[in-house]
C-alpha cells in the first residue's frame, strides 16, 4: 500500500517544533536537535514558508549536513510543502541550550553531561591546561563515582573529552561546557 504526503496547510509552529523533536542527533541518536538546542527558532513568514533557523554546536561540526537533511526530510513528510533552513552563527551554540532531559538523556547512554554553567565559565591558565593539571569533577555516567581521570581533551567527537573511571575501570566521553 503506497501512502503519499499531503500539503499541510495550517502547520502550527507547536506542531514544527513537536514534529522536529523527534529529530534525533546523528552522532547522539538518544536525544533530538531541539533537545541539544540546535534548533534555535520556528516561525512562518507571510507567504507561508516555514522558517527553521539552526546553530551548529561549532562552526565546522559534520554532523550539521545531516541535521539538515534530517529535517528537511521530516518537513516534506509532515506535508509542509514551503520550507526554509537558516543557519545562524551568532550567537555561537552553548551547552546552557541544552535540556534538563538531554543532560539525563546523555548520563543514560553513558556519557557523562556538562557541568555547570558555560555562560559563568571562567578562562583557565592555558599553561595549566598544558601541563594536564586542569581537569573538571566529572562523574562515571555509569556508577557515580566522582574518582574519574581525563584521558584525553577529545572524545569520539570534539565536543567530547575521554575520561576513565577509577572505580569500575570504564571509559567514558564527557560532553564538554562550551
Known amino acids: 500500500m503506497m501512502t503519499t504526503a499531503t500539503t499541510v496547510t495550517a502547520a502550527t509552529t507547536a506542531q514544527v517544533w513537536q514534529w522536529l523533536e523527534q529529530v534525533p542527533d546523528p552522532e547522539i541518536p538518544v536525544v533530538s536537535v531541539v533537545e541539544l538546542g540546535i534548533v534555535r527558532n520556528v516561525m512562518f513568514e507571510a507567504d507561508g514558508t516555514c522558517v527553521v533557523t539552526i546553530t551548529p554546536t561549532y562552526s565546522g561540526c559534520p554532523a550539521m549536513v545531516t541535521i539538515a537533511e534530517n529535517i528537511r526530510a521530516v518537513l516534506a513528510e509532515q506535508g509542509v510543502a514551503c520550507f526554509r533552513l537558516d543557519t545562524q552563527l551568532a550567537p ?36 595549566a591546561l598544558r601541563r594536564g593539571s586542569v581537569e573538571a569533577d566529572v562523574p562515571c555516567p555509569r556508577c557515580g563515582a566522582m574518582h574519574t581521570r581525563l584521558v584525553s581533551r577529545f572524545g569520539s567527537t570534539s565536543c567530547k573529552s575521554l575520561y576513565v573511571c577509577q572505580s569500575c575501570r570504564e571509559p567514558f566521553d564527557y560532553f564538554k561546557s562550551h
Open 92 to 127: 555561537a551554540w552553548t551547552t546552557d541550550w541544552m535540556s534538563a532531559d538531554a543532560g539525563r538523556k546523555l548520563k543514560e547512554y553513558g556519557i557523562a553531561p556538562p557541568r555547570g554553567c558555560a555562560a559563568g565559565y571562567q578562562a583557565i591558565d592555558i599553561s
